[in-house]
């Protein structure tokens, strides 16, 4: 185990990335904000999988085109210390934390990333711009390290399938991997902001994976017999202010109404536990009795 090496501007970062390219050794980047838990360091062990004696870089920045008015970018967790501690344990070789001038040396960039129909809906409906900045942001992460294989969470999907689109309709000749989601022994999903939550938030957040389950539990009889137990679940929940609740085709399509055994579709939750939004997202398999692992689809 040794200790990443850290690059804070653009030349170091090429510097430190200049003999792998030399030697055609695969580049593994898992793309973060800080505030890391064990679910990012699954997110590293899934990059060291793919390239093997490859470099992997761990890029850690708070990006702030992402985030829109009146949300958490100023008391966003910013930890690089404890971080750097768990790439370290992790393997990690290169740890990229630039500051903002580094990432956009002219300012508010001129040129973003559209992320067309899909950046409207769900996420992309209730805020309005965010996932602009994140295509933005990666795709400059990804002009940066020119990484062969880069390593998402599936908690964020529709961030995970924006990014996928991206790289495919702009020829970016990137892997795109998404890891399984992380949970805590209570279904939590793993998030920085978890920590925004007191004892009794904490528990009210439960209820978020408690209704996917209550969906994958119902599938087999249909979409709609699993989205009604998923909202059933949900009535006997306190302290969650539901945003959206919905069951969409993997790749967040609509269902078509007539689907066939087996069919794999997502069901998607966004909801506030006090002041704090939280996310959440499980794989469903609609008229079979067997429940899908959460890395399906």
Do not use: W
Not at 160 to 186: K, P, Q, S, W
């Amino acid at each position: 185990m040794s200790t990443p090496v850290v690059a804070t501007t653009r030349d170091e970062l090429s510097a430190l990335l200049a003999d792998a390219r030399i030697g055609g050794r695969p580049v593994g980047l898992v793309p973060t904000m800080g505030a890391l838990h064990e679910g990012h360091a699954s997110l590293m062990q899934t990059a060291r999988e793919r390239v093997g004696g490859g470099p992997v870089v761990v890029s850690i920045f708070v990006n702030p085109l992402q985030f829109g008015a009146g949300e958490d970018l100023d008391r966003y967790p910013r930890t690089l210390e404890d971080d750097l501690k768990i790439c370290e344990r992790e393997g990690v070789d290169i740890v990229f934390a630039p500051g903002v001038e580094e990432v956009y040396p002219g300012g508010d960039p001129q040129v973003t990333v559209k992320p067309g129909p899909l950046g409207k809906v769900l996420e992309g409906k209730t805020r309005p711009g965010h996932f602009r900045g994140v295509l933005t942001v990666v795709a400059k992460l990804f002009g940066l390290v020119r990484p062969d294989v880069a390593v998402f969470g599936q908690k964020d999907y529709q961030q995970l399938a924006l990014i996928r689109r991206m790289v495919l309709d702009l020829n970016m000749g990137v892997d795109v991997v998404g890891a399984e989601t992380v949970r805590e022994y209570d279904g939590l999903a793993l998030s920085s902001r978890n920590r925004y939550l007191d004892d009794e938030q904490r528990q009210y957040a439960t209820a978020l994976s408690r209704t996917l389950r209550a969906a994958q539990e119902g599938a087999y009889y249909g979409a709609d017999v699993a989205l009604a137990a998923a909202r059933a679940e949900l009535r006997s929940a306190d302290g969650v202010d539901l945003d959206y609740l919905v069951i969409t085709d993997p790749a967040l399509g609509v269902l078509p109404a007539d689907v066939p055994p087996g069919t794999e579709a997502r069901i998607l939750i966004a909801a506030r536990v006090g002041t704090t939004r939280l996310i959440d997202n499980m794989p469903l398999v609609l008229g079979s009795p067997v429940p899908p692992r959460e890395g399906a689809s």
